[in-house]
């Protein structure tokens, strides 16, 4: 058995350990989620890249294989938002996880069907929004991250966000190991978020060949020539053709995934419409960072799915650079508390004054 630390995001969601694995697209299945979930630590579903069917299926393969709280993440501006949801409330999902800011009105529905509500954020503003829209916790990623990210530090972002919010704060963003747990901690925050350490999991569905590609890199990139936004990702000949690319070059393909895209969702024209406006809108993009968004999901697929890092490009945090295993959730998560709860223990010698080393309540904050 691992230590246990008790913090308010585990009270919260009802999970032994405060470890969090992100909702990948294309990586966050239900074979991670759920041994995450058995591991004790909140696995979540990536559901941007399934069909509302291929949910359904995943949320039901998840529920057969633990009996341990989960979550699924999504598009609050996606256009079957409401039929997502609606899925997430029947099958008693225990946590709706959001990459942009869901509606007041849509936290007040998830609120009132019994789920916990935890948007992911990039600065202190949009904590304070959504906290004071009823959010029940906020995950707060720093510019080490993977995937879409921002361009503050965590060390400089998460206090901000804990001293602005009376909600529990996840930190995510540069954390791999029980150091970075216990680092965490000491800033305030209920919890860590991981997705790169738990992409490299002997749990993850990613092709062997790919997680290869990761343990041998230690260079990341933030490009603008995936889809337009601010984009960690490891460097890679293709990201490189990527970012020498130009408009022209840039606007075919995005075409060209656009369709591929549609065709593999199932969503109509229409559809992909209306979800672009809605991105637009929610993220103040242009129009052609907007169909530029089109590439994400397909050159993330390539790698991730078929197995084609030449093909493809794969989100990745600064972390990449140091993990050099693969071990299984459980005993990832085991080693995370254990270091962690030795650090917060050693640091009790550095105690000289104040609260003697054996009181507990000098660590109450845990």
């Known amino acids: 058995m691992s230590a246990l ?11 032994r ?15 991670l989620v759920s041994a995450v979930a058995n591991a004790g630590g909140l696995g979540v579903l990536g559901s941007a890249t399934m069909t509302v069917e291929q949910l359904a299926a995943a949320i039901r393969e998840v529920k057969e294989r633990t009996g341990a709280p989960f979550g699924v993440n999504l598009r609050a501006d996606a256009s079957d938002a409401g039929e997502r949801i609606d ?29 916990v509500v935890i948007p992911s954020v990039g600065a202190r503003r949009h904590a304070e929004k959504v906290a004071a ?10 510019g080490e991250g ?14 901000q966000v804990v001293d602005a919010v009376d909600v529990p704060v996840i930190a995510a963003g540069g954390f791999f190991d029980g150091r970075g747990l216990a680092a965490a901690l000491a800033y305030g925050a209920a919890g860590v978020a991981m997705g790169t350490r738990f992409l490299l999991t002997a749990d ?17 990139v933030v490009s603008r020539q ?23 070059a840039r606007t075919v393909r995005a075409l060209r995934n656009a369709a591929r895209f549609k065709k593999l969702s199932g969503l109509s024209w229409g559809a992909l419409l209306r979800d672009g406006r809605a991105m637009k809108r929610g993220k103040e993009l242009s129009w052609s960072q907007v169909l530029m968004a089109a590439n994400t999901p397909m ?60 009181d507990p309540s000098a660590f109450e904050a845990l």
């Open 5 to 15: 630390l008790e913090t308010p995001l585990t009270r919260l969601v009802g999970v």
């Open 133 to 142: 829209w009823g959010a029940d916790a906020v995950l707060v990623q720093g």
């Open 87 to 115: 899925l997430m409330i029947k099958e008693g999902v225990r946590v709706a996880s959001f990459a942009l800011a869901p509606r007041q009105e849509l936290i007040a529905k998830l609120k009132d069907a019994g789920l």
């Open 204 to 220: 993850s569905a990613v092709p062997d060949e790919v997680k290869r590609v990761y343990l041998g890199m230690s260079d990341t």
């Open 299 to 358: 050159l993330l697929r390539a790698a991730m799915v078929d197995g084609r890092p030449d093909l493809g490009v794969m989100a990745s945090g600064q972390v990449v650079a140091v993990i050099d295993d693969l071990p299984s959730c459980a005993e990832l998560i085991d080693a995370i508390v254990g270091q962690a709860a030795a650090a917060i223990t050693g640091q009790q010698t550095y105690l000289t004054a104040g609260a003697p080393a054996s």
């Open 226 to 248: 995936v889809d337009g936004m601010p984009h960690r990702v490891l460097r890679t000949d293709l990201v490189d053709a990527l970012e020498r690319s130009g408009r022209a």
């Open 146 to 159: 993977g995937g879409h990210t921002g361009p503050v530090a965590t060390t400089l972002l998460l206090p």
């Open 17 to 31: 350990h405060p470890v969090v694995q992100t909702g990948m697209g294309w990586v966050a299945g239900p074979r």
